[in-house]
RNA sequence: GCCGGAAUAGCUCAGCUGGUAGAGCAACUGAUUCGUAAUCAGUAGGUCGCAAGUUCGAUUCUUGCUUCCGGCACCA
């Protein structure tokens, strides 16, 4: 005779055990209509679970997340039904749900194709409308070993296998199809009816590329179909922000097959911005007290040897280059450059803290399946540096550095992060006293900036513990680009020193930061994020000023010459078009502000202002819009 | 690197089962001199990614290579 709680504190007394679906229909039929699951305190059980005792529950409707989950759990359960359906001898293996969908992974000889993929679709739309009840059974384990071993699923049953002999294993079915799972599911098929496949690709078996390859579905359900058209509309405008679509459309860059993968190309446009970005970059860290260095490209391979980068990553490596019988490296990152800068001569404890920073263009071998326009390229500038210092002052290097980081990322209107501070993992070189102090000093420089984190346990790198932020892009997705990393490996690899106060040799603390990370990505980056439409300060063109006839010509060139002086990046189009078809042009060229001149504005010596998105600021003076457009420099907006 | 797909004019793309290519935009020329997202007309533009094979004949079929796309694996 259970007594439930539900969550608003109102008792429901019922006679006898019930079902979650029960409590539901006697609460009211809208929420009967969406429900999908119940909760007992955090623990989540099918509608159909029957609820003995006194308890706290809840039910669980199809619009949460929770209820949202359940669906795609579900529905990667329909397709692997309607994949059994159409192709018999495929066998299934894991369907796990995954942000806005599922996906399920088939071995099959011959993979899917993409029309194969809308057969599959309508296998499923099929089946859901059969409306057919999905039950739980439990299983013992080697009933269902043997089961699924009966039936060729072999994947499922090593699966199987692998679960602790305790534990129950139950069975989910749905017409004459049965799949092990956890569950819960909804109640029956034709509670899925918003969901698309969307996607097939290959991925190994466990996600060991030593195993075989299976072939995965990659699908997305939502709650109802407005949601879903919702979402597909959602992707289609992270589509239009493609780096790669806009690099092409603004001609920013390009990366050519004939030069190689991997390898970019900064035309003029993307290199004006480029240009801007790296000399904001250099005043600030002058500013910040940092001196700037150029190390060479290549270097002998007995040097990548002394920094152990031959040891751990030689496949991301260029192969070594012979001269003279020596053999030389592409360099894939800075440190052992800036290491041999450092050890030049005798360092004393009043140097340091030593910053050195330095645009260094590095060299690495991805794999070729890994390439993706800038976001993963095989040559790119890392806005690197290092800071040699004592283990006291750790600390404040790291506030300093996180100051100048969140200053940076400000100017390109990035305020919001996710923090990641890593620990000690397993295998780990330097003396545990070390990295408790160091991780303690990475701990205390994040709280007093009051930034919040998260700790990634173990997550460190065999050298030393580090903090990786990402940032968060305009449309809600999140990018890793700085990262801080203590170094305890190299001072001692490379016998580095410097002398006390106490007159004895010491190890000096090295800290890796780049802020940026890649210029190229973080360059894909901002693309995306601003969608092409740079801010003033980054754009590459500033103004363009367009005529309404030939009769303005004089002037308009007047006006070019004034803002080209003041430092202005100013086009002036003098083509023979229609004005609606110049502002078409440079609307679509992203340029933020056009000046646009006629005959009135030439009589009462103004300019007419429109801006990229469309906004008419109208007839103004000359200085006027000088005076707004400098202002806007400043704020960076 | 692995699985699958793709590569045609500067760009976006069409070209059925083999008979050496077509549109729109851009470019160029001319007309038009125009008031806030496309004025009109004409001209030119191609080793159909590269190499080999099958064939009387290959953009089309086969193989290899290169590059790109979607995933997987990898990412100091």
Redesign the pocket.
């Known amino acids: 005779m259970p007594n439930l709680t539900l969550p608003d504190g109102t008792l429901k007394e019922f006679d006898q055990p019930v079902s979650f679906a029960d409590v539901a229909k006697s609460i009211g039929p809208g929420l009967f209509k969406s429900a999908v699951a119940g909760k007992i305190e955090e623990k989540i059980f099918d509608l159909s679970y029957l609820i003995n005792n006194d308890s706290n529950i809840s039910i669980i409707t199809r619009e949460s997340e929770e209820g949202l989950e359940i669906i795609r759990h579900s529905t990667a359960h329909l397709m692997a039904h309607a994949v059994k359906e159409l192709y018999p001898e495929a066998e299934v293996t894991i369907g796990p749900v995954i942000e806005n969908g599922f996906y399920y992974d088939f071995a099959i000889e011959n ?1 899917f ?1 993409d029309e194969d993929l809308e057969e599959i679709e309508k296998k499923m739309q099929e089946i859901a409308k059969q409306d057919l009840p999905i039950s739980r059974e439990v299983w013992l384990k080697k009933d269902a070993v043997e089961h699924f071993k009966n039936i060729s699923e072999n994947y499922k049953a090593e699966i199987i296998q692998d679960i602790p002999d305790d534990e129950d294993l139950s069975i989910y079915k749905q017409g004459d199809w049965l799949d092990l799972c956890r569950g819960p599911h909804v109640p029956s098929t034709n509670l899925l009816n918003a969901f698309k496949l969307t ?6 078996w466990r ?3 030593s195993n075989k ?1 299976l ?2 579905i ?1 699908g997305t359900a939502w709650a109802d179909k407005k949601s879903l058209n919702h979402y597909l509309e959602q992707l289609k405008q992270a589509k239009k922000r ?1 780096h ?1 679509r806009i690099g ?1 459309d603004l001609d920013l860059f390009s ?1 050519q ?1 004939e030069a ?3 390898l970019v190309f900064w035309h003029p446009n993307g290199s004006k911005i480029r240009q801007v970005i790296e000399d904001y970059w250099r005043t600030k860290h002058l500013e910040a007290e940092y001196e700037l260095l150029y190390t060479p490209h290549i270097a002998l391979d007995t040097l990548w040897q002394t920094s152990g ?1 031959t040891d ?2 030689q ?3 260029y192969k070594p280059i012979e001269d003279e019988n020596k053999l030389y490296r592409l360099k ?2 800075n440190c052992p450059f800036h290491v041999l800068i450092y050890k030049n001569q005798l360092r004393s404890y009043r140097d340091l803290p030593i910053r050195w920073a330095e645009l260094g263009t590095v060299y ?1 071998h ?8 800038l976001m ?1 390229v095989r040559g790119f500038t890392q806005d690197d540096a290092h800071i040699f210092c004592t283990e006291d002052q750790v600390e404040t290097e790291i506030t300093n550095i996180l100051n100048l980081t969140i200053e940076i990322l400000h100017a390109f209107t990035f305020d919001q992060y996710e923090i990641h501070l890593a620990t000690k993992p397993e295998k780990f070189v330097g003396k545990d006293s070390i990295w408790t102090k160091a991780t303690k000093a990475l701990e205390q420089a994040l709280s007093s900036k009051g930034l919040e984190y998260v700790i990634d346990e173990a997550g460190g ?1 065999f050298y030393g513990p580090k903090i990786d932020i990402k940032i968060k892009d305009a449309i809600g997705r999140l990018w890793q680009c700085t ?1 801080i ?1 203590l170094d305890f490996n190299l001072p001692e690899r490379f016998d580095m020193q410097y002398i006390g106060s106490d007159g004895h040799k010491h190890n000096p603390v090295m800290i890796h930061r780049t802020l940026l990370g890649s210029i190229e990505r973080f360059f894909g980056i901002l693309i995306e994020h601003f969608e092409g439409k740079f801010p003033l300060w980054l754009a590459p063109t500033q103004i363009t000023i367009l005529t ?4 303005q010509n004089n002037y308009a060139a007047t006006i070019y010459e004034k803002l080209k002086n003041i430092g202005f990046r100013v086009k002036i189009d003098l083509r ?6 110049k ?2 042009d440079h ?2 060229k992203k340029v933020p502000y ?1 000046i ?6 030439v009589k009462h010596d103004q300019i ?1 202002v ?1 801006t990229q998105k ?1 906004d ?1 600021l109208g ?1 103004m003076e000359f200085d006027q819009f000088v005076t707004n457009l400098t202002t806007e420099l400043t704020d960076k907006k």
């Open positions: 993979p194709t996607k097939v690709a290959g991925a190994y996600g060991d590329s390859m072939q995965r990659y493609d790669r092409k990366i097959g190689g993968g991997g980068h751990y990553y496949e991301s490596m894939p990152m690495r991805e794999m070729t399946g890994a390439l993706h326009g993963r790198a990262t990393q309404i006839s030939e009769s023979n078009e229609t004005i609606g078809s502002i078409r609307t679509l056009f646009i001149v006629g005959n009135q504005e007419s429109r469309g008419d007839t």
